[in-house]
């Protein structure tokens, strides 16, 4: 069964700090994605990796950086943490090809204050 | 409650891969069964509809569907993609009970370069 882990459930953090969201799977996906979810809006993305340092910008990339220097891992950098990026994060990955499930890891529900 | 599900938000294939999307209706009744597509900056458009007869529809731009009436399901496919189906595809359904239109949440292609 594919795993994908976040790094924390809940986190809280002050506005202005740089802020590190991890994601870990273990099955081997070339691609991976990030998320926020908020009330109304549905899921947003905000940056997918196709392969290792590959990256691209999703429909809401601003205010954040992302890092892939591993296969299996990708990380989301809040670089200035701001109230407005208070949000459910979510991290998902796929293999590449048609028809292949979309696994999500359990979120992070981040505050920022 | 009627829903239809569409499995993934997002799909990464490299040009000159094979497509399958998922689309699954919860309705024990009559459908009829329909696949749009919208194209960055443009208004949604129709690619292909089952209302009855062969259960193997094909629609435009090479793509087809096939009805499995006992999976409830509705997979668009199309055997080889282009950077030009870079778009977002929302599966529908209309019930007969009510003639009232589902959609999916749509799944969004993205051909890597």
């Known amino acids: 069964d594919v795993k994908v882990t976040q790094s924390s459930r809940y986190l809280v953090k002050r506005t202005g700090e740089k802020v590190f969201l991890e994601c870990v799977q273990d099955?081997?996906?070339?691609?991976m994605f990030w998320y926020r979810q908020d009330p109304g809006l549905g899921l947003r993305l905000i940056y997918f990796?196709?392969?290792?340092?590959?990256?691209e910008k999703g429909d809401i990339p601003e205010g954040y950086s992302v890092s892939r220097e591993k296969k299996e891992r990708f990380s989301l950098i809040l670089e200035s943490a701001s109230t407005n990026q208070t949000s459910m994060y979510l991290c998902?990955?796929?293999?590449?090809?048609?028809?292949?499930?979309?696994?999500f890891g359990d979120g992070t529900r981040l505050s920022i204050l | 409650a009627q829903s239809v599900s569409q499995h993934n938000h997002h799909v990464i294939l490299s040009e000159a891969a094979s497509l399958e999307l998922g689309c699954n209706y919860s309705?024990?009744?009559?459908?009829?069964l329909f696949w749009y597509v919208q194209y960055p900056g443009q208004h949604l458009q129709l690619l292909l509809k089952?209302?009855?007869?062969d259960p193997l529809v094909k629609g435009i731009k090479g793509f087809e569907a096939e009805f499995i009436k006992s999976k409830f399901s509705f997979n668009l496919r199309k055997p080889s993609v282009q950077w030009s189906d870079t778009a977002e595809y929302f599966c529908?359904?209309?019930?007969?009970?009510?003639?009232?239109?589902?959609w999916g949440a749509g799944t969004k292609l993205i051909i890597k370069p």
């Open positions: 099955m081997d996906h070339e691609n």
């Open positions: 309705y024990g009744g009559t459908v009829n």
């Open positions: 089952y209302f009855s007869g």
């Open positions: 529908a359904v209309i019930l007969d009970s009510n003639y009232q239109l589902i």
């Open positions: 998902a990955s796929i293999l590449s090809g048609g028809n292949q499930p979309q696994h």
């Open positions: 990796s196709y392969d290792v340092k590959m990256k």
